[in-house]
């Protein structure tokens, strides 16, 4: 019994070239067709969504650049307004504190020469 196991195994070597048939070989470039058309597709993919992907990005950058442009136009106005609010508050005060300065000088008149 052990002499037919033997036997068996020497039957088999996987490392033994065998011919290969027809369609081992039409399978085999079958593969490679698939594989190729694989790497191929693939290769395509990527660089079709790198190509996405930078026009996001480039549209992400300039509606930034926009943003940032319009933030800027609205703080440069807001400062403009601020600075000629400041002015007519200081003129504003300048003027009523010279008002009530005349007014006490006024009443401190009357007062002492009464």
Known sequence: MSNSRTQNLDLFD?????????????????GSIAVSTKKF????????????????????????????????????????????RQKRWFWISFILTLVSFCIGAVGAFFLLTQ
């Open 41 to 84: 597709a693939t290769k395509k993919y990527l660089e079709m969504t790198q190509g996405i992907n930078q026009r996001i990005a480039e549209e992400d950058e300039q509606l930034q650049a926009e943003i940032f442009s319009h933030l800027e136009a609205q703080a440069e106005e807001f400062e403009q307004e601020l600075s000629q």
């Open 14 to 30: 996987p490392f033994e070239s065998q011919p290969k048939s027809i369609f081992n070989k039409l399978g085999n470039k079958l």
